[in-house]
């Protein structure tokens, strides 16, 4: 036999080897109901696996704000020094072990969750609240807090689980228009009357100017500003006086509300500490009275003599430093 | 003269089954990628489907498809698209969700295939497949919740999207 007459043969079966091996690895072949059924199920776990951490930070952002309301009204009906680590306490609030602060906790949304994963797609979530995290810094500003929550979670559906320790979902609350914890917390509530509630808002523009464009997110009338060496909002809530540069806030009082008590007809930058332990230990608000400086001081600060308002006058920085905090000369008891 | 012959009837045989051999397996290749993607088809439109309610937000929706919603002015532009359907239906108007859900399913969903979108066990847009028979029916569940105002939080809610053929 002639073995050249089996060349074609030979050369044809390993090109159709190569075909078959080839076309086949990327068939999808056809599946039965069984198998339908298991990507079905892979599917809406995956796709749980998707949205449940973005549920999860929002359940945060809201609670978040409901919580840190709730303890203002704590620090205004208890007093200072009642929130000494708000960090802790809002770790009980959001996990629901808090025995001394009434406060809502995120479990119940939490359960609730559970229920639909278990009734709606047969999966199993459990979860733990571990840790909580309650900061400010460069990153949120003067004007908001980051809330990090630390869970461990376990899901198991049918043909799989995942055990997640120490997740970190962080959100950013905003604390604008929130009331400021240390105004609220006046043990001498009928001065506190006196004076509107300063909701916490957002900057506005204000021209001032040329050359004093230093300054970050300046208001006027009641408001408050950002400014460096303030003391922020976590410390208000907390009790302490804490100066951040990152994150600081001072009050602005209209002169003509400030006159309704004591010398305070020209202030027009104010300060409020929740704990005076660094002047004279009593639960005083203080305000910086720029006619209290001398002319030199005044000068030095860039305040108009004649018009020595917010809107007139210069703010360098440190001047909260330079009027001193240890020194009340330059201070006004309200 | 007879070895010359048997030669060639040697080759031609050689050649004829060499090129029934690939024929053959051409035809068998073809004859399985021509075969209509029953299964396959409508899992890659649902997954498609749910991928663009899930990971699509309406700042990006407005901006690239405005023929499904075109709102200039739309409040919640970090809702994704879920989230605002759901939103439609539970704080607006059922005509609203129905027709944003319509404009989403001629996007994603090809008119052969038929389509449902239920909230929470409502149907908020229904197509069937014009075939008048319904052999297949995929589902994907898509836990859903939104943000009314800062704090007020509705969830969880479920969203169904059933693809029929």
Redesign the interface.
């Known amino acids: 036999?002639?073995k050249?007459?089996?060349?074609?043969?030979i050369?044809?079966?390993v090109?159709?080897t190569i075909?078959?091996v080839g076309?086949?690895s990327f068939?999808?072949l056809?599946?039965d109901s069984q198998t339908?059924s298991v990507?079905?199920k892979v599917?809406?776990t995956n796709?749980?696996l998707?949205?449940?951490e973005n549920?999860i930070g929002?359940?945060i952002?809201?609670?978040g704000?409901?919580v840190l309301n709730e303890l203002i009204d704590h620090a205004r009906d208890n007093g200072q020094g009642s929130l000494s680590d708000a960090e802790s306490v809002l770790l009980q609030c959001f996990n629901g072990t808090s025995s001394t602060i009434s406060c809502s906790n995120i479990t119940s949304?939490l359960d609730?969750?559970q229920e639909?994963?278990k009734n709606?797609?047969n999966i199993d979530f459990e979860y733990d609240i571990t840790d909580l995290e309650f900061t400010q810094n460069s990153d949120t500003g003067a004007w908001n807090v980051m809330v990090n929550l630390y869970l461990d979670f376990d899901i198991d559906d049918d043909y799989a689980s995942w055990n997640i320790e120490n997740k970190n979902i962080t959100r950013i609350v905003?604390i604008r228009n929130l009331r400021d914890p240390a105004y609220v917390n006046k043990s001498d509530q009928s001065a506190v009357t006196s004076y509107p509630e300063m909701n916490i808002t957002g900057p506005r523009t204000v021209n001032f100017a040329s050359g004093q464009n230093q300054f970050e997110n300046i208001t006027r009338n009641n408001q408050y500003i950002h400014y460096p060496g303030g003391v922020n909002f976590i410390s208000r809530l907390q009790g302490t006086v804490e100066l951040s540069d990152c994150c600081g806030l001072v009050s602005v009082v209209r002169p003509a509300i400030t006159g309704e008590h004591g010398d305070c007809t020209t202030t027009s930058l104010a300060s409020f500490y929740m704990r005076d332990e660094a002047y004279s230990g009593s639960d005083d608000m203080y305000l910086v009275n720029f006619s209290k400086l001398t002319s030199s001081q005044r000068s030095s600060l860039g305040v108009d003599e004649d018009n020595p308002g917010l809107q007139n006058a210069t703010l360098p920085e440190g001047l909260l430093e330079y009027v001193g905090l240890n020194n009340s000369a330059h201070l006004d008891s309200c | 003269m007879m070895k010359t012959n048997?030669?060639s009837l040697?080759?031609t045989?050689?050649?004829m089954?060499?090129?029934l051999?690939?024929v053959?397996?051409?035809i068998?290749?073809v004859s399985?990628?021509a075969e209509p993607?029953?299964?396959?088809e409508p899992?890659t439109i649902?997954?498609n489907t749910?991928s663009f309610v899930?990971q699509q937000d309406m700042e990006s929706l407005v901006n690239s498809h405005s023929f499904v919603y075109s709102n200039p002015r739309e409040e919640f532009r970090n809702f994704r698209v879920h989230q605002k359907v759901a939103y439609l239906h539970e704080e607006e108007s059922a005509a609203s969700a129905t027709s944003f859900v319509e404009n989403i399913t001629r996007l994603t969903v090809p008119d052969h295939l038929g389509v449902i979108y239920e909230v929470n066990g409502t149907i908020i847009f229904e197509r069937d497949t014009g075939s008048g028979v319904e052999n297949t029916q995929?589902?994907?569940?898509?836990?859903?919740?939104y943000?009314n105002d800062?704090?007020?939080?509705v969830?969880?809610l479920?969203t169904r999207v059933m693809i029929l053929s």
Request: aromatic letters at 14%; charged letters at 20%; zero cysteines.
């Open positions: 036999m002639n050249k007459g089996v060349v074609f043969t050369i044809s079966l090109i159709s075909l078959l076309f086949f068939l999808d056809p599946v339908d990507l079905q599917g809406n796709t749980f998707d949205q449940v549920y929002d359940l952002e809201v609670q704000i409901i949304e609730e969750l639909y994963s709606k797609l905003s | 048997k030669g040697f080759f045989v050689d050649t089954i060499g090129a051999i690939l053959f397996t051409i068998v290749v399985v990628y993607f029953e299964t396959r899992r649902l997954d749910v899930t995929l589902s994907r569940s898509i836990l859903t919740h943000r800062s704090e007020t939080f969830g969880p479920e």
